[in-house]
Structures are given as C-alpha cells and as structure tokens.
C-alpha cells in the first residue's frame, strides 16, 4: 500500500515570506499523481496544485510551486510571498493506479497546519 | 468550476438510527465517486470508491453493511450510516471524478455527523 508522510504538524511565518512545506512518500508504482490540497476552516478541500509523476518539470501555480524528487519519492510544496488566506491545513496526496486498495481514491499524509502571522 | 454539492452539511441523529448522505455533481457526470471520513484534526481516510451502476469498493476495515453506498444516477451517491453511533460521529467528505477535464477530482463540503 503507498503511503504518504508530512514530517511537519504546524508551521508558523511571517507574512510575506517563503514557506515550504515538505511530503514524502512510498510506492513501487511508476505512473501516478500527486497532489496538494488546502483544507481552510471550513473544511472545504481546495487542490493547490498537481504534478503527473512522468513530468520531469515542476508544476507552478502562480506563488504555489512543487520540488518533485521521484528518485528520492519527494514532493515538496514551496508556498512564495505568504498571504494570510493560506492559513490552513495542507494535506499532501498520492494516487496511483490501485490507490488504498480501491480505485484511484487518494491517498493522503496527516496534513501540516501552517499559520501565516501578519 | 466544476462543482461537488453535498447534503446535509451538518446533521444530528440518535443511536441506533440511521442517516444518508448525499453527494451530487452539479455540472458534471461522473462514474466514480469517493468517500473519506475525517476525524478531528485528523486526515481524510479514504472509505470506499462508489461506481456507478455497481458495488461499492470498501476499503480494509470499512464496514460495508454499516455504511451503505449507492450511486444509482452518474452525479449522485449516497452514503448511509446504518445503527449509527457515537463513535460515528466525524466529518465525511465525498468526492468526484470528472473524466472529461483530465479526471480532475472535485470535492465536497463535507457533512458533519454528529450521533447522540
């Protein structure tokens, strides 16, 4: 079964700065997805961001960024010019081909709470 | 966007009773659809893929007969907790899977059950 880890529980910058936020995970598939998701107070899930795991290129989404390491299974979110809206809990996600057992339903790590301080 | 409605947002039932959950893709088809429970300051934990026209796949140690899914039309899924009790009590999400748009998942509110 994958597995997906967020070695961060809370973190905490001043507006304006960088942040990144770090995920790790373990498959022996070779075609997948990852992803980063926002889960704000409301517990609305909103997807940050997306990478295909044939792409060599980092995926970018205006101030959201990936460090994709496939040879490390290492997929970190860079977060530049912090905002107070990105308070939130992120949750980094894996899907594969048989994810969990079922069919392609995501995989995620225990999430990193990140606190953005004016 | 797409959009992934799901009803009621929060709900309080009594044990031993039984509730349904409904996830609706408002302007997409989808064929699969998935549900997560969520426990407080916890992760989403991936409970059972729901395919439309067809069974359910639970995941390993997901109830089948206490949390009945079905998924009858292509934008609409129901999640039933059966003899619901407390320990029930969480935070489902579902989501869905639109095949045209790259199979980009969209997910819903959430549905907060609370089993008293």
């Known amino acids: 079964a994958q597995t997906v880890t967020q070695s961060q529980p809370e973190m905490s910058v001043q507006e304006a700065e960088t942040v990144t936020l770090s995920c790790t995970y373990d498959t022996s598939e070779s075609n997948y997805y990852l992803f980063w998701y926002k889960q704000p107070p409301s517990r609305q899930m909103i997807l940050v961001i997306r990478?295909?795991?044939?792409?060599?290129q980092n995926a970018t989404e205006n101030r959201f960024s990936v460090n994709f390491q496939k040879a490390a299974k290492s997929f970190s979110l860079k977060i530049s010019d912090s905002q107070l809206g990105d308070t939130a809990m992120y949750f980094c996600?894996?899907?594969?081909?048989?994810?969990?057992?079922?069919?392609?339903?995501?995989?995620f790590g225990k999430g990193t709470h990140l606190i953005i301080q004016p | 966007g797409a959009v992934v409605s799901q009803h009621p947002s929060r709900v309080i039932c009594k044990s031993g009773t039984s509730v349904k959950i409904e996830c609706r893709s408002l302007d997409f088809q989808a064929t699969t659809m998935f549900w997560y429970r969520q426990f407080p300051k916890q992760s989403l934990m991936l409970m059972a893929t729901?395919?439309?026209?067809?069974?359910?796949?639970?995941e390993q140690g997901v109830e089948k007969d206490k949390f009945l899914i079905n998924h009858a039309s292509l934008t609409l899924s129901t999640l039933t907790v059966t003899s619901a009790h407390p320990e029930d009590s969480s935070f489902y999400i579902c989501?869905?899977?639109?095949?045209?748009?790259?199979?980009?998942?969209?997910f819903g509110e959430g549905s907060w059950l609370t089993v008293v």
């Open positions: 989501s869905a899977r639109d095949e045209l748009s790259g199979n980009t998942i969209y």
């Open positions: 996600a894996f899907r594969g081909p048989r994810s969990g057992g079922g069919a392609d339903g995501l995989t």
């Open positions: 729901s395919n439309e026209g067809s069974k359910a796949t639970y």
């Open positions: 990478q295909e795991a044939y792409k060599q």
